[in-house]
């Protein structure tokens, strides 16, 4: 199911800022439909110590609450079915909003009493379409909202809140960059002001050294350099490619320089002398033993015996 806003008609005198739909649920489950309805929400959470995950079994006793929890992602089932929504809810000051922050706000989940039974609802979050700052021409993409329904997936024989997550993926925008992330385990930057702050480059290389032996050799950053017939690294390299050589990296115009050899010193063979056989043993000079090596032989130049010519 998907549901747009097609256009937003604007008055001479005022502009659209925000749009919010705060009773417009777009799915919600009952506790009377059987077997067993549930909604499960995701927040990000940054504490490490705590869980973003959030499981409400609906029963008669479950907790009523009394103002909607935010969430970045939520999914619904009843057993026999599941549904997942997907939507490009945008806050221009997630700040201002209590629980938006940290894309918590894309939507909205609450359990209610309807007298008969309890039902939990989801609704999305507040659209941006005029940024406060923005100038009268700047607007950001029409809201929409896009809700799956579908049934066991998995092949368990029940329809729960995973069969809505594998469905969520038909229907999920995915960030960018996600493909990747499993790449980076945590993002370091070193910084050294005057030799007072708390994370100068070599504790941060220490840092990013115990991680790296912590995850069993994951790498912390993509790589600079990737092999041009290896479009993805599997998880089971511990060790990174070497990198090319100079003549074999784009944009680098020298050639690979030769390995050095190890000798100190080669004699310099004569000019005109024939080459050596292989087979032949090399000749070496006699080393001098003198205190001093006698001084080498001077020849004196000709000189032509024909005066120059003068000019004029």
């Known amino acids: 199911m998907h549901w747009r806003v097609t256009r937003i008609?604007?008055?001479?005198?005022?502009?659209?800022?925000?749009?919010?739909?705060?009773?417009l649920a777009f799915l919600s489950v009952r506790s009377d439909q059987r077997p067993a309805p549930v909604l499960y929400a995701a927040r990000i959470e940054l504490d490490k110590a705590a869980s973003g995950d959030i499981l409400v079994?609906?029963?008669?006793?479950?907790?009523?609450?009394?103002?909607?929890?935010?969430?970045?992602?939520?999914?619904?089932?009843?057993?026999d079915l599941a549904a997942a929504v997907e939507t490009n809810t945008s806050y221009d000051e997630p700040t201002g909003t209590k629980g938006a922050t940290w894309e918590n706000g894309r939507f909205w989940r609450q359990t209610v009493s309807d007298r008969k039974a309890v039902v939990a609802r989801l609704t999305?979050?507040?659209?941006?379409?005029?940024?406060?700052?923005?100038g009268p021409e700047q607007t950001e993409p029409l809201p929409q909202v896009t809700v799956v329904v579908t049934r066991d997936r998995n092949g368990d024989g029940v329809?729960?809140?995973q069969d809505a997550a594998i469905a969520m993926r038909d229907i999920m925008v995915e960030p960018r960059g996600a493909d990747e992330q499993h790449l980076r385990v945590v993002p370091h930057i070193p910084f050294n002001f005057a030799s007072q702050a708390t994370n100068p480059f070599l504790t941060t290389l220490d840092h990013v050294k115990r991680i790296h032996l912590a995850t069993d050799g994951l790498r912390q950053a993509r790589p600079a350099w990737r092999?041009?017939?290896?479009?993805?690294t599997s998880s089971s390299s511990r060790r990174a490619a070497p990198p090319p050589s100079a003549s074999a990296r784009?944009?680098?115009?020298?050639?690979?320089?030769?390995?050095?050899?190890?000798?100190?010193?080669?004699p310099r063979r004569a000019t005109g002398a024939a080459p050596r056989s292989p087979s032949a043993p090399p000749t070496v000079s006699p080393r001098r033993t003198g205190p001093h090596p006698p001084p080498p032989p001077?020849?004196?130049?000709?000189?032509?015996?024909?005066?120059?010519?003068?000019s004029g």
Request: glycine share 10%; charged share 20%; with cysteine.
């Open 227 to 232: 092999p041009a017939n290896a479009a993805t």
């Open 298 to 310: 001077t020849t004196s130049r000709p000189t032509s015996s024909t005066a120059p010519a003068s």
């Open 9 to 23: 008609e604007e008055s001479a005198t005022g502009r659209v800022g925000t749009l919010g739909l705060p009773q």
């Open 250 to 266: 784009p944009g680098c115009g020298r050639a690979a320089t030769p390995p050095r050899s190890r000798c100190r010193w080669a």
């Open 159 to 161: 329809a729960d809140w």
């Open 124 to 134: 999305c979050g507040r659209w941006t379409y005029r940024a406060a700052t923005a």
């Open 57 to 79: 079994e609906l029963a008669d006793g479950t907790r009523i609450d009394p103002e909607p929890v935010g969430c970045a992602y939520a999914v619904v089932a009843t057993g």
